[in-house]
């Protein structure tokens, strides 16, 4: 079962969705990065497809203060 939000990033204001990771996590995940033929698909985290918007916001540094610390 894949549970997603839409969402856009507090800090850059980057359009994001939450897709949980094999471990259970969610991790916010670039919108653009989930699409496929223009039509959103949200699956498990893939890090081979999707990108993660932790590796392209500008204000990286201010999430992980926010306590999300990668494993
Ligand atoms: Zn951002």
Known sequence: ???TKLATC???GAKIVFLKTTSGKFIPVNY???LENKIASYEIFN???????F???PNASKHRKH???PK
């Open 1 to 3: 079962m894949t549970i």
């Open 10 to 12: 507090k800090s850059c």
């Open 32 to 34: 653009e990065s989930v």
């Open 47 to 53: 890090s081979k497809k999707h990108t993660s918007h």
């Open 55 to 57: 590796a392209t916001c």
């Open 67 to 69: 306590g999300v610390s």
